[in-house]
T-cell receptor, first 115, second 115 residues
C-alpha cells in the first residue's frame, strides 16, 4: 500500500529536550516536505527536500532541522524544542519537478506538545 | 511569495444542501490548485484539483472553478452528506519551477453537515 508513515503519532516532551519525528514513504517520491498545522493558519511548510542530500527552508524553518540521507526517509529534528513548537506536524511526499503529477501524499500526523 | 486566503473558516449546512468554499491567491504565476480534505485524526487527502488552463472541473458531487483574472477559485459540494463533514484546505503552487512542488495552503474550512 502506498503510504507516508510518521512516528510517533503523539509526543509530549519538555522544553529543550531534543527529539526526532521520523517520516518514511514507499512511493519512490523525490520531493518530501514537512508542514505544521495550527488553527486558522492552515498548513505552513517548514522544510522541503527535492531529492537525496538536497534540503531547503520553507516558510517557518526556525527551530527545526531536517536531513535526507535516503530517498525514502525525511526526519524532522527539533534540537531544543520550545512551547511555541506545540503543533500538529505532517510529512508529505510527491513526485518531483516536471513529473507531471504533483499530488502530495500526507502522513497521519504527529501531535507534539512541548511543556 | 504566494499567499492564499480561504473563506469561510467554518460552514454548517443541512444534509442535502450545497456547500461552497472560496479561496483567493496572490501570485498570478501559480498554475495548480488542489483541494484537500482532512478527516478527524488523519492527514489531508487530495479530493480534486484544477490547473490554470481549465476553468472548471467536476468529479461526481464535487466541482472546482477557477477565475484566473480575479485570482480566485472555489470548491462546490452538492447534495452534502454527513461523511462530507471534515476540514477542507485549498492550496496553490507554482508547479514545475525550481522551488519544486511547494504548496501554499489556505487557513482551512471546517464543514459540518447536519443530518
Amino acid at each position: 500500500e502506498a503510504q507516508v508513515t510518521q512516528n510517533p503519532r503523539y509526543l509530549i516532551t519538555v522544553t529543550g529536550k531534543k527529539l526526532t519525528v521520523t517520516c518514511s514513504q514507499n512511493m519512490n517520491h523525490e520531493y518530501m516536505s514537512w508542514y505544521r498545522q495550527d488553527p486558522g493558519l492552515g498548513l505552513r511548510q517548514i522544510y522541503y527536500s527535492m531529492n537525496v542530500e538536497v534540503t531547503d527552508k520553507g516558510d517557518v524553518p526556525e527551530g527545526y532541522k531536517v536531513s535526507r540521507k535516503e530517498k525514502r526517509n525525511f526526519p524532522l529534528i527539533l534540537e531544543s524544542p520550545s512551547p511555541n513548537q506545540t503543533s500538529l506536524y505532517f510529512c508529505a511526499s510527491s513526485f518531483g519537478q516536471g513529473q507531471g503529477n504533483t499530488e502530495a501524499f500526507f502522513g497521519q500526523g504527529t501531535r507534539l506538545t512541548v511543556v | 511569495g504566494e499567499n492564499v486566503e480561504q473563506h469561510p473558516s467554518t460552514l454548517s449546512v443541512q444534509e442535502g444542501d450545497s456547500a461552497v468554499i472560496k479561496c483567493t491567491y496572490s501570485d498570478s504565476a501559480s498554475n495548480y490548485f488542489p483541494w484537500y480534505k482532512q478527516e478527524l485524526g488523519k492527514g489531508p487527502q487530495l479530493i480534486i484539483d484544477i490547473r490554470s488552463n481549465v476553468g472548471e472541473k467536476k468529479d461526481q458531487r464535487i466541482a472546482v472553478t477557477l477565475n484566473k483574472t480575479a485570482k480566485h477559485f472555489s470548491l462546490h459540494i452538492t447534495e452534502t452528506q454527513p461523511e462530507d463533514s471534515a476540514v477542507y484546505f485549498c492550496a496553490a503552487t507554482l508547479s514545475f519551477k525550481a522551488a519544486g512542488n511547494k504548496l501554499t495552503f489556505g487557513g482551512g474550512t471546517r464543514v459540518l453537515v447536519k443530518p
